[in-house]
């Protein structure tokens, strides 16, 4: 059974960059499952939101309306995927899954934006 882990700091000040990690077990990132590996975000009182993804060969995907802030890449030798958003607002302010399609979810980290 694949198991995802968010990490990374719960606290961002306004301007800085977003950086979170996704470990993954039970599965490796480089394995084609017809699934992207992506990360999703839940502002407070809001709906989910697809940010971008990263495809079992390394290609990426974004969002249009995040684009030009987020950058995702991958270590594949730790099983891990990495998001960041830069110039966070507190609007950044969320709970941010790392996803294996829609199918498996980690638990969830949640990013405050805040000074």
């Known amino acids: 059974q694949v198991q995802l882990q968010e990490s990374g700091p719960g606290l961002v000040k306004p301007s800085q960059t977003l950086s979170l990690t996704c470990t993954v077990s039970?599965?490796?990132?480089?394995?084609?499952?017809?699934?992207?590996w992506s990360w999703i975000r839940q502002p407070p009182g809001k709906g989910l939101e697809w940010m971008g993804a990263?495809?079992?060969?390394?290609?990426?995907y974004y969002s249009p309306s995040l684009k030009s802030r987020t950058s995702i890449s991958r270590d594949t030798s730790k099983n891990q995927f990495t998001l960041q958003l830069s110039a966070v607002t507190p609007e950044d302010t969320a709970m941010y899954f790392c996803?294996?399609?829609?199918?498996?979810w980690g638990q969830g980290t949640q990013v405050t934006v805040s000074s």
């Open positions: 996803t294996r399609g829609y199918r498996d």
């Open positions: 039970g599965g490796s990132i480089t394995t084609n499952y017809y699934l992207y």
């Open positions: 990263v495809s079992y060969s390394g290609s990426t």
